[in-house]
Every structure is written in structure tokens, then in C-alpha cells.
């Protein structure tokens, strides 16, 4: 019975891990329709997050299938728990990197921001805290779940620093490429949402192994 319950966890974290690959994926992919101002490329990303959004639901299916059949306790049950948790915030992460493509695609000036370069720099740095934050998960560990934590105050460093520098060009161009500026703002405010999802997931990550949730006084046992 612990076999097969073992490998049903096992194929939790294969998900899990899959479910991850694709966030990673679309944040590349809508960082190179950023760079190049392919609008083919932003609806590729667009179409692509519905693989996302499918497998919310698989693992969704699996937890729930592991709640009810081997209905764990303790670490077991916390793991899964977390798991249901951590899926939600990948599937905003994929939504919200379909709004970055959006954005691409509904902009009507392709000039390239000399603020890109800092901008693909805060997507890299998002992309690794979701990579980071699945394979703490997957290999238990907490240091690395902690790292992901404290990587968030340098997302948001890169949106105050871009946020602040795009409002200077808007001041010295007296308005001329608005709406450019603008939408290089929403796509740095998406890119920190992203970081803030990954550092849910690492909070959840925490609490699968510790049994404590950052914002929750609640202790479970081990």
C-alpha cells in the first residue's frame, strides 16, 4: 500500500515538475516577442496556456485522488496540500504571462526600450525563483525554498528601478510614446506578480517540510 503511495508521489512531483517546465517556457518565450516585437511569437505564448491551465486540473485530480483513497496524515497530507496550493499560483503565473503577450500584441509601436536588457535581466530572475521554488518541492529542501524568498526583494528592486526610469522618459518626451512606456510598465508590474507567485510557492514549500506557513500561526504536526 506504501508503495504504490509512494509512487503516486513520485508522479506528483513528475507533474509538478512538468507543470513548472512550462511556466519557464512561456516566460522565455514572451521575453523573445518582447526583444524582437513578434506579435507570432506573443500569440504562440497566448495559445500555449492552455497546456498550463490542463495541467492545474491533472494535478489537481491527482491530490484529491491521494486525499480521499490513501488519506494521509502529517507530512504526507501537508505535502499534498501544499502541492494544491503551489499548482494555483503556476496557473496565475501562466495568465499572467499570457498578459505580457497580450500586451505584445495589442501594442502598436515596435521600438525597442533601451530599459529591455534590465527588463529580460528581471524576467531571467523570475524565471529561475519558479524553477527554483519546484525543484525545492521536489527535493525538500528548505534552504533553496528560503533563497527564493529572499530573491523577491531584488524583482521588486528591478520594477521600482525600470517604473522610475520609464517615468523619466515620459517627462522628457512630454508624453511621445505613451503608450509604449506604458505597457513596458504593465509588463514589469507582471513580471513582479510572477516573482510574487514563485515566492508563494517556496512559502508553501516551507510548510510542506516544517509544518509553518509564513503568514499562518497554524503549526502541523510532523
Same mark, same amino acid.
Given at each position: ?38 506579435? +507570432?511569437? *506573443? !500569440?504562440? @505564448?497566448?495559445?500555449? #496556456?492552455?497546456? =498550463? $491551465?490542463?495541467?492545474?486540473? /491533472? &494535478? ?82 528548505? +534552504?533553496? *525554498? !528560503?533563497? @527564493?524568498?529572499?530573491? #523577491?526583494?531584488? =524583482? $521588486?528592486?528591478?520594477?521600482? /528601478? &525600470? ?60
Amino acid at each position: 500500500m506504501r508503495n504504490r503511495f509512494d509512487m503516486q508521489l513520485h508522479q506528483l512531483d513528475e507533474q509538478l515538475t512538468r507543470m513548472g517546465e512550462l511556466c519557464e517556457q512561456a516566460i522565455a518565450k514572451a521575453t523573445q516577442a518582447l526583444k524582437e516585437g513578434s506579435v +507570432e511569437q *506573443a !500569440r504562440i @505564448v497566448v495559445a500555449e #496556456d492552455e497546456e =498550463i $491551465d490542463q495541467m492545474e486540473k /491533472e &494535478i489537481e485530480r491527482l491530490c484529491l485522488k491521494l486525499l480521499l483513497q490513501q488519506q494521509p496524515v502529517a507530512r504526507d497530507l501537508r505535502r499534498i496540500s501544499a502541492a494544491l496550493k503551489m499548482i494555483t499560483d503556476m496557473e496565475r503565473i501562466g495568465d499572467q504571462t499570457s498578459d505580457i503577450a497580450e500586451i505584445i500584441i495589442s501594442s502598436k509601436d515596435k521600438g525597442v526600450s533601451r530599459d529591455l536588457e534590465l527588463m529580460v535581466e528581471m524576467a531571467s530572475g523570475v524565471s529561475k525563483m519558479v524553477r527554483d521554488s519546484i525543484t525545492a518541492y521536489v527535493q525538500k529542501d528548505l +534552504e533553496l *525554498a !528560503r533563497e @527564493v524568498m529572499e530573491s #523577491d526583494d531584488q =524583482i $521588486d528592486d528591478y520594477f521600482d /528601478e &525600470i517604473r522610475d526610469r520609464m517615468i523619466e522618459y515620459i517627462k522628457k518626451e512630454h508624453g511621445e510614446q505613451g503608450r509604449r512606456i506604458f505597457d513596458l510598465i504593465m509588463v514589469t508590474k507582471y513580471l513582479e506578480r510572477i516573482g510574487d507567485h514563485a515566492t508563494n510557492i517556496a512559502e508553501w514549500v516551507e510548510f510542506s517540510i516544517t509544518g509553518v506557513h509564513k503568514d499562518s500561526a497554524v503549526l502541523h504536526e510532523s
